[in-house]
């Protein structure tokens, strides 16, 4: 009611990205304050119910509803998003080298539509400061996925030696890597979800994960693939055949959109990617079609448009495992985890169903 009633009103007041580095620095300062991560979990945090928890890539995820990447860019709030009730989180898109990403403005809010466009460009401090400070961190106290990219100046045909460098740089800081070739703001990086690049890029990234479980000793790390909504149903075949191939763990469906349909805000005008409810539809018949080309063997990660728990229980039923929110959590605040962690248990026991897992997938049988 408080995000509602005050913190929301000041927020949109503002520079949608001011507002967004005002979020993520105060999130940052709160967890320094000694309590005052216990106090976020209990004012935000999601119940703790054997339900939810789901085991999923070697990992035990508390919850299935998690951050995705794009608000904690260079991973400074780790900790305070970590108290907020979330089953994993994103950080992210890094680069090996730091870059400025686009002119601003690049972010604009599209609020009847529920609806946020980006053009960002992969803006973030690069590889080596966040390893720095992730190497700060005391715990990880969730899962922790690292979403991987190429610098904007990284020709398509030596894009893998980016991703590749992201991995040897961050290895040690990551429970699981995505690997980011969706974005539709980075020139051309869309190109690499086909053909030829996209096979050496994973086998490249496969190669690296590899050396660098050898050389700890442990048992390889699971990358996953995340990948846009606008593909046609030939080019989603295609792109799923090879990421299957690769040895990646599983798909993230989906990114952001270059679809305008529907929108009635004037914001539509601008270019970017969308996200937020005009993205929910799509990106949850991507995730249908990647259920059904993969016979439910890979695992995917639900993204796009989740405001409720309804949409996450859709997503769900559709094929994922898991499921990440963005754009929710800047319309509807932190309370968010726990009504959608509420929802979940309710929908479970409406379908007579014990544990989430027994959800994933249902639709189709």
Known sequence: MLYKTIAKPVLFRMDPEKAHHLTVHGL???????????????????????????????????????????????????????????????????????????PKPRM?????????????????????????????????????????????????????????????????????FVVNISSPNTPDLRELQHGDELKRLLETVAGEIGR???????????????????????????????????GAAGIIATNTTISRTGLTHSNAKETGGLSGVPVKERSTEVIRSVYRMTGGRLP??????????????EKIRAGA??????????YKGPTLLKDMNNGLI?????????HISEAVGADHR
């Open 108 to 176: 604009f809010r599209l609020p009847p539509d529920e609806g946020l466009i980006n053009r960002m460009g992969f803006n973030n401090e690069g590889t080596e400061a966040m390893a720095a400070r992730l190497a700060r961190l005391h715990s990880r106290p969730i899962p922790l996925a690292i979403n991987i990219g190429k610098n904007k100046v990284t020709p398509n045909e030596t894009a893998h030696e980016d991703y590749e460098q992201c991995i040897r740089s961050l290895y040690a800081y990551g429970d699981f």
């Open 212 to 246: 660098q479980a050898q050389r700890d000793g442990g048992r390889a790390k699971p990358f996953l693939v995340k990948i846009a909504p606008d593909m046609t149903e030939e080019q989603l075949e295609y792109t799923v055949h090879t990421i299957q191939e690769s």
């Open 28 to 102: 940052a300062a709160a967890a320094k304050i000694p309590g005052m991560k216990a106090v976020m979990n209990g004012a935000w945090g999601a119940p703790r119910s054997e339900q939810l928890v789901t085991e999923l890539l070697g990992i035990r995820f508390p919850n299935p509803v998690g951050l995705a990447a794009g608000l904690d860019k260079n991973a400074q709030a780790v900790e305070g998003f970590s108290s907020m009730g979330f089953g994993f989180m994103e950080v992210g898109t890094v680069t090996p080298k730091g870059q400025e990403g686009n």
């Open 300 to 313: 995917i990660i639900g993204s796009g448009g989740i405001f409720t728990a309804e949409d996450a229980y």
């Open 321 to 330: 495992s898991l499921v990440e929110v963005y754009t929710a959590l800047i």
């Open 346 to 354: 309710r929908l479970l026991q409406r379908d007579g169903l014990r």
